[in-house]
């Protein structure tokens, strides 16, 4: 991740854990009393009929599609190991420790489009700063 998308996300953006699903809905509805329009990022739960009742009322409360990405399943999915039954916060914790590098390359794609994606603003900085046109079509250019 360039360093100025880095410092921006560290100084101006606040990750907030909701704790379920449910809560999600009032945490939105709340901030957005104060004016602040989160971005939301959760879990599908495609097969678990009662997670999957909360997705509409999660979108009903954000107003805006452009703000929720709703994971195909879950995180452990795009990240890239097996759902644990527990610990998922020091699991994950563990899998990028222990995976990934120092280096914004080595995080998997999946998670970087979710990233990019999410702090859109911030990762726009890093084109401001490009001076040479030709490093801007080498930034956007797909290597696929």
């Not at 739960?45 to 703000?67: F, M, Q, T, W």
């Not at 859109?120 to 490093?135: G, R, T, V």
Request: charged share 25%.
């Amino acid at each position: 991740m360039p360093e100025i998308v880095r410092k921006d996300i560290l100084q101006n953006w606040q990750i907030i854990k909701a704790h379920g699903k449910a809560a999600i809905i009032s945490l939105v509805k709340y901030l957005q009393a104060m004016g602040i329009k989160p971005i939301v990022i959760h879990d599908s739960d495609v097969g678990n009929e009662k997670a999957e009742s909360y997705n509409k009322p999660i979108l009903d409360a954000i107003g805006d599609e452009s703000r929720r990405i709703m994971l195909n399943k879950c995180v452990e999915d795009v990240l890239g190991y097996k759902p644990p039954s527990n610990e998922k916060p020091y699991t994950a914790y563990s899998f990028i420790k222990n995976n990934w590098k120092e280096d914004w390359e080595s995080i998997n794609e999946s998670w970087k489009s979710i990233m990019e994606q999410v702090f859109k603003d911030s990762f726009a900085l890093s084109l401001d700063n490009i001076s040479n046109p030709a490093e801007l079509v080498a930034v956007s250019e797909d290597n696929h």
